[in-house]
């Protein structure tokens, strides 16, 4: 098992940055793959991106694509997502999730932590 927190959240004007970090303990950080959602009152959470165990690989969904970056530290057991050109449509809160199965756009998450708010102010 692992349990995870997040962090880095916070109010934002438009098109500025923001940068998540998520903190792994338990089991050996390197063996999950991790990604992160965002959810909105009355919405389900919506994937947003996911990375493999070694870093090699990420997805991401397309309202994101070249303004976010996933990436980890497996020596320092975090993850971090890297949010620039926000908009106020990112205004969500964002859960960070680890899977030891990877599957790119489709990955699920199966720990999560608590969340954390980010909001964007136009």
């Known amino acids: 098992q692992v349990h995870l927190v997040e962090s880095g959240g916070g109010l934002v004007q438009a098109g500025g940055s923001l940068r998540l970090s998520c903190a792994a303990s338990?089991?050996?950080?390197?063996?999950?793959?991790m990604g992160w959602f965002r959810q909105v009152p009355r919405k389900g959470r919506e994937f947003v991106a996911a990375?493999?165990?070694?870093?090699?690989?990420?997805s991401y969904v397309d309202s994101v694509l070249g303004r976010f970056t996933i990436s980890r530290d497996n020596a320092k057991n975090t993850v971090h997502l890297q949010m620039n050109s926000l908009k106020p449509e990112d205004t969500a809160v964002y859960f960070c999730?680890?899977?030891?199965?990877?599957?790119?756009?489709?990955?699920?998450?199966?720990?999560w932590g608590q969340g954390t708010q980010v909001t964007v102010s136009s």
């Open positions: 999730a680890a899977s030891e199965d990877y599957g790119g756009r489709y990955f699920v998450g199966d720990y």
């Open positions: 338990g089991r050996t950080f390197s063996s999950y793959a």
């Open positions: 990375i493999n165990w070694g870093g090699g690989s990420t």
